[in-house]
């Protein structure tokens, strides 16, 4: 088989995620997290109080110069049933890298009961992910190897999430299981799911004033992927009525964050950039646009099998 210095660098990378992704227990990672509460924890459904849609892109510095770079691409959508302890999400996700690619469609379902000066929410989730292997797209060189002979597997694996979340207006903390089944390959073509608690997620965050117009909002994220710990700290200062904020993280797997974002009434648009520490420079840097609105209604609905 032959292929470019590009191309070769990539497959690397694609040979360090495949154990990952293979396993069905892949979940993207988001560097905006504490924005983007509902890719996280199906609690965090109707958190807002109004109907809230968000999209999200992210990519590697792959993306510029090599074709099949690491990319995800979210979208999700909540809002709170008239019923005040009920609320809905929806989360659609696609990530790709190189043949590999991701699918999944998550319905998301919290209850929420009123606790001190703030809620609790209880939510579930439900849904699947499409996993895609496309060797057709490898450029080979010998044509009889057995390994790449442009086979495409689509394996279906359903799956189910689980998370609480606490909430006011200075101070969140969830616990998730986004999934509850993790696949592995049963024969060449087919995946087995079994119960799992491999990807585990524990954060919290608070809103402090520090001044006439300044508020520190420090968060910090412990997920536990498979067997091992991954740690995110975050802090961020919101100026201007909130309607500028930048910050930075620290990532446990040597990762540096920078983030910005800026609030025009219902609208925020967010941006935040990667570094990786001591990785090669062409895989070392990802980028990240969120868009997130907030429409100022409700759902005038009552049970959440009847909207209407």
């Not at 990539?10 to 495949?18: E, G, T, Y």
């Not at 009525?241 to 648009?269: D, H, P, Y």
Request: hydrophobic share 40%.
């Amino acid at each position: 088989m032959w292929c470019s210095k590009d191309s070769r660098l990539l497959i690397i990378v694609c040979l360090l995620m495949a154990g990952t992704i293979c396993s069905g227990q892949y979940h993207p990672q988001y560097s905006q997290y504490m924005f983007n509460g509902l890719a996280i924890n199906p609690a965090y459904a109707g958190s807002k109080e109004v109907l809230n849609l968000a999209a999200l892109y992210r990519s590697s510095q792959l993306g510029n110069s090599i074709e099949g770079a690491p990319v995800t691409q979210t979208f999700a959508g909540d809002f709170p049933l008239r019923n005040p302890q009920l609320a809905l999400g929806l989360l659609v996700f696609n990530d790709k890298i190189s043949i590999f690619r991701q699918t999944g469609a998550y319905f998301a379902y919290a209850f929420r009961v009123k606790a001190g000066e703030g809620k609790l929410s209880f939510g579930l989730q439900a849904g699947f992910d499409l996993q895609h292997e496309d060797f057709s797209n490898i450029n080979i060189k010998d044509t009889d190897d057995d390994v790449f002979m442009g086979e495409v597997h689509n394996t279906f694996m359903p799956n189910v999430g689980t998370g609480v979340y606490y909430y006011q207006s200075n101070f969140f903390a969830g616990l998730s299981i986004p999934q509850l089944l993790a696949y592995s390959p049963n024969t060449a073509n087919s995946y087995k799911g079994k119960p799992t608690l491999s990807n585990i997620m524990l954060y919290s965050g608070v809103t402090v004033p520090a001044g006439r117009d300044l508020k520190v909002k420090p968060s910090a994220m412990l997920q536990h992927i498979g067997k091992g710990l991954l740690f995110d700290a975050n802090c961020n200062f919101a100026l201007f009525r909130e309607k500028f904020e930048f910050g930075a993280s620290w990532r446990s797997s040597n990762t540096l964050v920078g983030m910005v974002q800026f609030r025009f009434q219902s609208l925020c648009i967010g941006y935040a950039h990667d570094y990786a520490l001591g990785k090669p420079s062409a895989i070392n840097t990802s980028h990240e646009i969120m868009l997130r609105y907030d429409f100022k209604i409700m759902v005038n609905a009552v049970n959440p099998l009847y909207l209407r």
